[in-house]
């Protein structure tokens, strides 16, 4: 089924998978040292918030 399609996606294309993931890591690192990564949950938060969800999930 769907899991199986999924598994053979990812198990095709590991390489560029790992190096998405890798890339999203290092893109969170330098959010996190620069303080950005904060306001950018704020920001998520008022503005879920705003929409009536409640985003003390994040």
Do not use: P
């Amino acid at each position: 089924g769907r899991a199986l399609r999924v598994s053979d996606f990812a198990r095709r294309h590991a390489g560029t998978v790992m190096k998405i993931g890798g890339g999203f890591l290092v893109l969170i690192g330098v959010l996190l040292v620069t303080g950005a990564w904060d306001l950018s949950m704020n920001w998520l938060r008022a503005w879920l918030a705003s929409a009536g969800l409640d985003g003390s999930i994040l």
